[in-house]
């Protein structure tokens, strides 16, 4: 919010936090002040569940490289499966 | 100054005030000992939430003689770990301006109230607290403001939301008390260009304002708890130029 630079992504999936597991329904990105890596700014990350409470939350903060890495390492991994699923998949 | 032959002693605890719309809100109140009268300050919290690094800055204002009110700006968002509220808060782009204003002079009646008070009350905070107090101290009245590092005080159009609806700067015709302002010459949020409009626009309505930027020094030049931002020179004197000038304007 120091930045305005906030996006939200609604996700289906689920997360493993401080008290086991819940659903994720949104990440909420942000590049922003962190709060505990030690830069003025971040690529923050925090896998929610919007009906959960405070605690259903698993946060993390990026640089922006890492946060790219991650970014193409996803995008990665969606292609092999969708080539997977539709067995356009070559065999490893 | 300080006498090892006097009593020194404070109190330091959360309470909770109505504040703005009649909310229950969290305060981390800190005062010294003893029958005053004090001067009152209201510290507003950075984006990170009302953390530990907030609360030791209350208890140092009190060190020097100051009873301190401290908010919890998020306290609506829910309770928890800090870093839980603050993300939340981070999540909903933030807490809206005329709640936080409400807030601060909440704190301001309630420091103002106290027997122990002076009758005067200032306002300070730094990175978005820093924006906020500024903005308390145009918005309401008070009797020294101190922004740190405030970022935001200068707002494009495209950055205005509805919890932001008027840039700060905007409202400095109205700025209410003398102005002391602490930057780094390498932050971007405010940048050396944003704080020279500042300067501007507070020349332009004959306010009485000091600014100091600190060469070599980033955002949250204050911050020993983040090795990357300390700046340990600059924090020295800027701690001395905060109470030098809230004793000055306050005492």
């Known amino acids: ?92 | 100054m300080a006498d090892t032959g006097a009593y020194d002693g404070m109190l330091a605890e959360v309470t909770k005030i109505p504040g703005h719309g009649g909310h229950w809100i969290s305060v981390y109140f800190v005062r010294p000992l003893g029958p005053g009268p004090f001067p009152g300050v209201v510290w507003l919290h950075h984006m990170p939430g009302w953390d530990e690094w907030t609360k030791e800055a209350a208890r140092k204002l009190a060190y020097h003689g100051f009873m301190v009110a401290a908010p919890d700006l998020y306290c609506r968002a829910g309770t928890g770990a800090p870093e839980d509220v603050a993300a939340k808060v981070r999540a909903e782009g933030g807490v809206p301006d005329d709640q936080v204003v409400g807030d601060a002079a909440a704190c301001r009646d309630f420091l103002r109230a106290l027997p122990q008070s002076n009758g005067k009350v200032g306002v300070t905070g730094t990175c978005s607290g820093g924006r906020h107090a500024y903005l308390a101290a145009c918005r309401e009245r008070f009797d020294a403001c101190v922004d740190l590092w405030g970022g935001g005080v200068v707002m494009r159009p495209e950055d205005l939301t509805e919890k932001r609806p008027v840039a700060p700067i905007d409202y400095t015709k109205d700025l209410s008390c003398p102005l002391l302002g602490l930057f780094g010459e390498e932050d971007r949020a405010p940048s050396p260009e944003q704080v020279r409009e500042h300067e501007e626009e507070l020349k332009k309505y004959g306010k009485t304002y000091e600014f100091h930027m600190y060469a070599g020094a980033g955002h949250g030049f204050f911050y020993h708890d983040r090795p990357a931002a300390y700046r340990a020179e600059a924090a020295v004197d800027g701690w001395r130029k905060v109470l030098d000038f809230f004793h000055r304007h306050l005492g």
């Not at chain 1, 890596?37 to 959960?52: S, Y």
């Not at chain 1, 790219?68 to 499966?81: T, Y």
């Open chain 1, 1 to 92: 919010m120091c930045t305005n630079i906030l996006i939200h992504a609604r996700l289906e999936g689920a997360g493993f936090g401080r008290k086991g597991w819940f659903p994720v329904t949104r990440a909420n990105v942000t590049y922003d002040h962190p709060l505990h890596l030690d830069l003025e700014h971040a690529v923050t990350v925090d896998f929610v569940d919007e009906a959960g409470g405070l605690e259903a939350r698993i946060g993390v903060e990026l640089t922006v490289a890492s946060a790219r890495e991650l970014a193409e390492a996803l995008l990665a991994a969606c292609a092999e499966a969708e080539a997977y699923e539709t067995g356009a998949a070559q065999p490893r």
